[in-house]
């Protein structure tokens, strides 16, 4: 079944009001300065194009420990007591946070116990591990981890450490949003991924706080993956509420229910939600490694997803957050063949040939003078819709794009082949 793409969610008239203060931002500024990279901003001419306005990509995909996560982490951390510190910190996640966490209660000589799931991909497990924590493998869903976590905490007294509803994290995720306008003094827009809230809340908070002292505005703009977009439900609600997650390659922003601090600012400071489908994310994580050289999960690309749907236009100068780029290389390869195939430039067709000798050997041809690339060919006589006296043909074609497409299905209509796009 096609994923469907959430209506845009307008929120209600944007102001902070709830949460960190611009001061807490601004202190937790100065705790997270002392681990945590002041990441690149790289402009995109590709999609300023595209958008109408300038573009400039804010790099958390090179922060430390591979996402934004470390900023939260690191600011919670160093707000613990020393008998808290004593005690320890557990977690739950499947990757960004688990890695956020150990990093930070590394450095601050605090041990970590992280709940993982089993099936969690091998690059996070061995970093979290090598960042010093004890991971516990438990469960196959990320909810599994998060209950034996609280259980573990509740067990043997470590503080549980959330991954975006607590003001500290809120606050050290939101030292983002000073650091962009630090770097872009003319920002009109920012274009955030979201999933607990946690990054949103933070950044949306700082920027329009931030704004307002300066007498400006700052538009902020939230993007879920359609799969798991909690937050246009909930706004609409006018509540937090749990939605059941569908599978979406953007699992790091799988979350089924918006944290409650998170909502409350997000509510008050984002000025619309929108969400974009899985094929949407594939091709923007391809066009960020074929035009800026960058390599980015998919919860991550979910922000350059929403320029490439059109959904938003001429915005003025705006930033778009990659918030990581912790990706599986095995994932990536699936990704990448999901993206060519969503920008047209991967084309599985099937045709039906007559049974005789130098038919396969004829339509190989006619793709060669298209210019196009066979990679794989699957010839049978079992095809279910093929005639007694017919054989099936199913090609893998590499292509140039939409034009391209139509061009290799001409040529070969014109031979009187009759061939089929495999969706």
Same mark, same amino acid.
């Given at each position: 079944?096609?994923?469907?793409?959430?209506?845009?969610?307008?929120?209600?008239?944007? $102001?902070?009001?709830?949460?960190?203060?611009?001061?807490?931002?601004?202190?937790?500024?100065?705790?997270?300065?002392?681990?945590? #990279?002041?990441?690149?901003?790289?402009?995109? $001419?590709?999609?300023?194009?595209?958008?109408?306005?300038?573009?400039?990509?804010?790099?958390?995909?090179?922060?430390?420990?591979?996402?934004?996560?470390?900023?939260?982490?690191?600011?919670?951390?160093?707000?613990?007591?020393?008998?808290?510190?004593?005690?320890?910190?557990?977690?739950?996640?499947?990757?960004?946070?688990?890695?956020?966490?150990?990093?930070?209660?590394?450095?601050?000589?605090?041990?970590?116990?992280?709940?993982?799931?089993?099936?969690?991909?091998?690059?996070?497990?061995?970093?979290?591990?090598?960042?010093?924590?004890?991971?516990?493998? $438990?469960?196959?869903?990320?909810?599994?981890?998060?209950?034996?976590?609280?259980?573990?905490?509740?067990?043997?007294?470590?503080?549980?450490?959330?991954?975006?509803?607590?003001?500290?994290?809120?606050?050290?995720?939101?030292?983002?949003?000073?650091?962009?306008?630090?770097?872009?003094? #003319?920002?009109?827009?920012?274009?955030?991924?979201?999933?607990?809230?946690?990054?949103?809340?933070?950044?949306?908070?700082?920027?329009?706080?931030?704004?307002?002292?300066?007498?400006?505005?700052?538009?902020?703009?939230?993007?879920?993956?359609?799969?798991?977009?909690?937050?246009?439900?909930?706004?609409?609600?006018?509540?937090?509420?749990?939605?059941?997650?569908?599978?979406?390659?953007?699992?790091?922003?799988?979350?089924?229910?918006?944290?409650?601090?998170?909502?409350?600012?997000?509510?008050?400071?984002? #000025?619309?939600?929108?969400?974009?489908?899985?094929?949407?994310?594939?091709?923007?994580?391809?066009?960020?490694?074929?035009?800026?050289?960058?390599?980015?999960?998919?919860?991550?690309?979910?922000?350059?997803?929403?320029?490439?749907?059109?959904?938003?236009?001429?915005?003025?100068?705006?930033?778009?957050?990659?918030?990581?780029?912790?990706?599986?290389?095995?994932?990536?390869?699936?990704?990448?063949?999901?993206?060519?195939?969503?920008?047209?430039?991967?084309?599985?067709?099937?045709?039906?040939?007559?049974?005789?000798?130098?038919?396969?050997?004829?339509?190989?041809?006619?793709?060669?003078?298209?210019?196009?690339?066979?990679?794989?060919?699957?010839?049978?006589?079992?095809? $279910?819709?093929?005639?007694?006296?017919?054989?099936?043909?199913?090609?893998?074609?590499?292509?140039?794009?939409?034009?391209?497409?139509?061009?290799?299905?001409?040529?070969?209509?014109?031979?009187?082949?009759?061939?089929?796009?495999?969706?």
């Amino acid at each position: 079944m096609p994923e469907m793409r959430l209506p845009t969610v307008p929120v209600p008239e944007a $102001r902070a009001t709830v949460g960190p203060s611009l001061a807490d931002f601004e202190a937790a500024r100065e705790l997270v300065s002392r681990v945590a #990279d002041v990441t690149p901003m790289e402009s995109s $001419r590709y999609l300023a194009e595209l958008l109408g306005s300038p573009v400039h990509l804010k790099c958390e995909n090179l922060q430390r420990t591979g996402s934004y996560k470390i900023r939260g982490a690191y600011n919670r951390l160093a707000q613990l007591t020393a008998e808290e510190r004593a005690r320890g910190v557990v977690a739950a996640s499947a990757g960004n946070h688990a890695q956020g966490v150990a990093f930070a209660a590394r450095e601050l000589g605090i041990k970590a116990t992280i709940f993982m799931p089993v099936g969690v991909a091998l690059p996070k497990l061995q970093a979290t591990r090598n960042y010093g924590a004890d991971v516990i493998l $438990r469960g196959h869903t990320v909810d599994e981890p998060l209950r034996a976590a609280a259980e573990f905490a509740e067990t043997f007294g470590a503080v549980l450490i959330p991954p975006f509803d607590h003001p500290d994290v809120v606050a050290g995720q939101g030292t983002l949003g000073l650091e962009i306008l630090d770097q872009v003094p #003319d920002l009109d827009t920012v274009i955030v991924p979201i999933g607990g809230g946690g990054l949103i809340s933070g950044v949306a908070s700082a920027l329009k706080q931030r704004a307002a002292r300066d007498g400006r505005t700052v538009r902020v703009i939230g993007v879920q993956a359609a799969n798991a977009a909690a937050y246009p439900v909930s706004l609409a609600a006018g509540e937090p509420t749990e939605i059941t997650i569908l599978p979406t390659i953007a699992d790091g922003i799988a979350v089924s229910r918006p944290g409650a601090l998170n909502f409350e600012i997000i509510k008050d400071t984002v #000025d619309e939600v929108l969400t974009v489908t899985d094929d949407d994310t594939a091709r923007a994580l391809l066009v960020l490694l074929e035009r800026a050289k960058l390599v980015v999960e998919p919860a991550g690309a979910v922000a350059v997803a929403a320029i490439l749907t059109g959904q938003v236009k001429d915005l003025g100068t705006t930033v778009v957050i990659l918030s990581g780029g912790n990706i599986d290389p095995l994932v990536m390869e699936r990704v990448i063949s999901r993206g060519l195939a969503a920008s047209e430039r991967y084309l599985k067709l099937r045709l039906m040939l007559p049974d005789r000798p130098g038919q396969l050997a004829r339509v190989a041809e006619l793709i060669s003078e298209a210019n196009a690339n066979v990679v794989e060919v699957l010839h049978t006589r079992h095809g $279910r819709n093929a005639l007694i006296s017919q054989v099936e043909l199913e090609l893998s074609i590499e292509t140039r794009g939409p034009e391209h497409v139509r061009h290799v299905l001409e040529r070969l209509g014109e031979a009187g082949y009759d061939p089929r796009v495999d969706y």
